[in-house]
């Protein structure tokens, strides 16, 4: 029997249910409806009272979730689709994350964004914002890729006392599935190796991390050692064990499924070009959506986004460099 990254998500928010009284699930449609993406199905039945449908007023929730967590509740809150968290984007900076700094009081909410395209989403439903969030200080921004950090990490985001953006990927939701959920897990803030090279590494996370395995399928029938590094979160960000790996490969590639401008890429990069130069046999490189919104049509969609294609290409230049 196998479950899959969506099962996980749902599965996580019952064990915080049933394990802590403090927590409630608020959101549109959330209730009998069961989700947009059906996340949080039975689970209004299962925990009555603490799974609450939501006026469609994306300020107005998070303003409420952080009521209730400064007043010692943990609140999980769905965002139908990532791109709407933008409407309570001024509770999310400038409430939540400066609540702590501001008055020693812990805000601990968790924000779950369905994020990342799918075929036909267009512009408004398939936003990956995980670098704007990751701009403010008190945020955690978490970027699962995988069942069993899906399960772990949400279940991590409901305990801590911090905000918690948690960027969950609609792709994945029935794409991946593992054996069984985890019994443990690396903690927040630690990437890990999701596969091991000598000649290059990629670096990605969230959705991106399959495209770089595939990749790195692909390269080793070329005689192309590919290290792929799954960051898992982006905020905080494990530099060192970028750096570790690029120190055994000498070569490096960033690739994230967001805008160029600012984002996840450029930070890593950035890290590495400043701290760890010396460990670069070539110029580092990056690999983006492109600059513009999101297209609907599924082939401007494919092109849209990084592929393993288009990843593979980045990756045979590198290695020429």
Known sequence: MSITYL???REAQARALADDPRVFIYGQDVGEFGGAFKATKNLAQEYPGRV???PISEDAIVGAAIGAAIEGM????????ADFSTVGFNQIVNQAA???WRTRVPCPITIRLPGGGTTGSGPFHSQSLEAIYAHYPGLVVMTPATVEDAYSMLLEAVAIDDPVIFCEHKFLYYH?????LPTEALPTG???IARAGRDMTIVAYSAMVHEALAVAEELATEAIEVEVVDLRSI???DTDTVMASVARTGRLLCVGESWPW???TAEVISRVASEGFDLLDAPPQRLNAKDTPVPYHPNLWAAHRPTARSIAAAARNLIRL
């Open 98 to 100: 400066t609540m702590f």
């Open 52 to 54: 609450v449908d939501a």
């Open 190 to 192: 630690k990437a890990r």
């Open 74 to 81: 943990r609140p999980i809150v769905e965002m139908q689709f």
């Open 176 to 180: 991946l599935k593992a054996e069984r």
């Open 7 to 9: 099962e996980a998500i």
């Open 262 to 264: 600012g984002g996840v």
């Open 235 to 237: 905020k905080p960000l």
